[in-house]
């Protein structure tokens, strides 16, 4: 076996964090618990609608730094807090309210995960000689020798897969990370904090976006944006059907997302969903449910994982959100950086600023963000 | 591992002979100090003869002492106990948060505040404090020592000014105890406050100087204890322990003890100035003798508090209280610092037990954990954009 090393533990206050600090803990490893605090959950409370008081199982409420640092202090391992708020608003926060703004959906959690956890959490990590981090993600990692590569699969628990939110991380951090959940199921993982006598054993999962209480992105934009003294851009315009015809005017492309249904404010015989958002013309093109359907998408800001890169045509499976079933496709490089993905069967509300995430089997090749 | 605190700023452990005098009060002398009976006699005494000592440890009479629960309460009742709505209140930018969040109170109450910011040595000039005086101003409070760099202000000169225009003035005296000669009467102050646990004694006491005639408002109202100057059933053991602390730190301050610890502090600020890209905040002006507030260009300061936490050395970066919330340092940020900077200063403060023993690890340890911090600061994002 590899000799006693330190490793460092994100613990979030969560079942699952705690629990791989409970695994590690009674390795022969000296295990580190740090909680990265990213949000000042305080800032905008009782700002338009926003809850005053967040709910517990938010990362970054006091109580679970408390329930993060009492775990730690139970299992007697080293715990400290690492102040990122301000990397956090500017590669998260930031980013998220301007991709919203542009018409897009973004997805906060990878961009998270590629700029905190796995690039200051960790760099934060070595700097204080801990040599690898563990963090609390239903994920394998492993290292294939015959390719000489770092490969990401899906875990276990499929219900749980967070492979999808992991595919920006670099060989040089997977080789620097375990997800000690990879093969356990999350009633395991509780049966595992219960054993430990952790206290957070039954705590409910957190669903939503941490740094929107409420999970209302709409008054969060409104209400960051006043905070900033910034206006909300004027992105009103026509809400035209399919076949171009304008059947009526929208308040901004901040308040769309494709595929949405409610909230479009006309009146239609059939349901009608947002089939595509021009940031440029701030036109919101609505339609029936089939046209949601497209078969083929484009991603770009690209990173590969059990290859080092796309030459030729591949055959993969493509998620294109977080709870969508992995649907067959052909991948093909496509110059300056992106590739274009045809479905073998039409998918339904390919989402700009989304991720699309390839796999191989459980492995991940790797994934870009859909243009 | 060895384990070296220098943290001494944020407390101090107790004395074996402190926690010998407080050792009766807890089982045996047990009263209340208020009660008639031999029990309450024996508390009465206990808190008698620590009251005693205060009064020397001040230079003051002893009905002047009353003891509270620490300095942010001795910061609380100067402010509150004295500040009507219409008053004016002078104090500076590097006060500790029990002041500067105090202030922020009764501006909601109209009590308008000026602050009064430090030269970049990090030393109030008394002369801004004099021009900041208005006819309404009432009181002036400025700290004896800072936690953060350990500068000597010069209260005197304050208290000549207060003196002269008739304004009250209280000392936030909580980092000079036990490493300045106390003389109130020399300080020219109204009130000053201490706490028990920078000096060796327990948490959870303080002590104030009350000038005879400060109508200083009581903050806790109830019984009559203390002259009715701050009501609340004795902390008879605590107060007890305070005494000692205060008696054993009249005596290193006579006894060469504290210059013994000035002599440690230099030798181990001018061991780690030798590094490249250090420096010392506040170094040019009198310290306290245990304080350095050093900073390391190009690494995180957080994650070199962290780095010799692991390697058994405990300093701070910033002020304790924020701990949570790593704002840089108000203090190093008033004295112009810039914020990268101030990110990047630690400080040690020794406790007056400190060991040639001790520096030695110390300047063991920082050099390569310096070194190992800096070479990963530069370390790149991943690759997504």
């Known amino acids: ?371 | 591992m060895r384990r070296v605190y220098m943290d001494a700023n944020a407390t101090t452990p107790l004395l074996p002979e402190v926690v010998e005098a407080m050792h009766p009060y807890w089982m045996e002398h047990f009263g209340n100090a208020s009660s008639i009976h031999l029990h309450g006699q024996q508390a009465r005494t206990g808190v008698d003869r620590a009251r005693e000592t205060l009064a020397e440890f001040f230079n003051c009479h002893d009905a002047e002492v009353v003891f509270n629960s620490g300095g942010t309460e001795g910061d609380n009742t100067a402010i509150f106990g004295l500040l009507h709505p219409g008053d004016h209140f002078i104090t500076t930018s590097i006060e500790h948060s029990a002041i500067l969040q105090t202030a922020n109170r009764m501006e909601q109450k109209g009590v308008e505040t000026t602050l009064i910011a430090p030269q970049p040595n990090g030393l109030i000039d008394p002369m801004d404090i004099l021009r900041a005086i208005r006819p309404e101003t009432r009181l002036i409070s400025v700290m004896l020592a800072n936690n953060e760099t350990g500068v000597v202000q010069p209260v005197e000169a304050i208290g000549k000014i207060a003196a002269d225009t008739g304004v009250l003035f209280h000392i936030d005296a909580v980092q000079g105890a036990g490493k300045v000669k106390f003389d109130v009467r020399r300080f020219g102050c109204h009130l000053l406050s201490i706490s028990a646990h920078k000096m060796h004694g327990p948490k959870g006491v303080g002590a104030m100087f009350v000038r005879r005639g400060t109508p200083v408002e009581s903050l806790l109202v109830g019984g009559s204890h203390e002259r009715r100057r701050r009501a609340g059933t004795e902390n008879v053991a605590g107060i007890v322990g305070l005494g000692k602390a205060a008696e054993l730190a009249m005596h290193s301050l006579a006894d060469g003890t504290i210059d013994r610890l000035a002599a440690l502090r230099d030798r181990l600020e001018a061991e780690i100035l030798r590094l490249p890209g250090t420096g010392v905040n506040g170094g040019s002006v009198p310290r306290v003798a245990n304080t350095s507030n050093i900073w390391f260009d190009n690494l995180e300061g957080e994650a070199l508090v962290i780095a010799l936490d692991l390697k058994g050395v405990a300093v701070s970066g910033g002020s304790a209280c924020h701990s949570g919330a790593t704002e840089p340092s108000h203090v190093l940020m008033a004295m112009g610092i810039d914020k990268i900077r101030a990110r990047a200063s630690l400080r040690f403060s020794l406790l007056k037990t400190a060991t040639e023993a001790d520096i030695d690890y110390v300047l063991e340890v920082v050099p390569t954990a310096v070194q190992h911090v800096r070479a990963l600061s530069p370390v790149e994002a991943g690759t997504l954009a």
């Open chain 1, 1 to 371: 076996m590899t000799e006693p090393t330190t490793i460092a533990v994100a613990m979030s206050g969560g079942v699952d964090s705690s629990a791989v600090a409970a695994i590690l803990a009674r390795s022969q490893d000296t295990v580190v618990g740090l909680t990265l605090q990213l949000w000042d959950q305080t800032r905008l409370a009782g700002k338009h609608g926003i809850p005053d008081a967040p709910k517990a199982g938010r990362c970054c409420s006091l109580d679970d730094v408390y329930d993060a640092r009492r775990v730690a202090e139970h299992l007697g391992i080293p715990y400290y807090i690492v102040n990122q708020e301000e990397r956090f608003e500017q590669d998260v926060v930031r980013p998220f309210v301007s991709e919203y703004l542009a018409g897009r959906t973004p997805i906060p959690c990878s961009l998270c995960n590629n700029h905190l956890k796995f690039d200051q959490l960790l760099k934060t990590a070595r700097s204080i000689g801990a040599s690898r981090i563990a963090t609390g993600h239903y994920a394998i990692n492993e290292y294939d020798p015959a390719r000489d590569r770092w490969i990401l699969k899906r875990p276990a628990d499929t219900a749980k897969d967070q492979t999808y939110f992991l595919f920006g991380l670099t060989q040089e951090q997977l080789s620097r990370t375990l997800f000690p959940l990879g093969h356990m199921t999350k009633p395991e993982v509780r049966e595992v904090a219960r054993q430990h006598g952790l206290a957070l054993a039954e705590k409910p999962d957190s669903q939503e976006i941490c740094f929107i209480p409420g999970g209302d992105y709409k008054r969060f934009l409104t209400a960051y944006l006043e905070e900033q003294n910034e206006a909300m851009p004027a992105t009103a315009g026509e809400l035209v059907a399919s076949s171009g015809e304008v059947i009526g005017h929208h308040e901004g492309i901040a308040n769309f997302t494709v595929g949405q249904r409610k909230g479009l404010g006309v009146a239609s015989p059939s349901p009608l969903y947002v089939l595509q958002i021009d940031p440029a013309s701030h036109r919101v093109t609505v339609g029936a449910d089939a046209e949601l359907a497209t078969h083929t998408l484009r991603a770009g800001r690209l990173n590969w994982i059990s290859i080092s890169t796309l030459t030729a045509p591949m055959r993969v499976k493509i998620k294109i959100r977080h709870r969508h079933e992995p649907a067959w496709a052909t991948l093909e490089p496509s110059g300056s950086g992106e590739v274009v993905a045809t479905f073998d069967e039409p998918q339904r509300a390919v989402t700009p600023g989304q991720s699309a995430v390839f796999y191989d089997g459980d492995e991940v090749v790797g994934g870009g963000w859909i243009i």
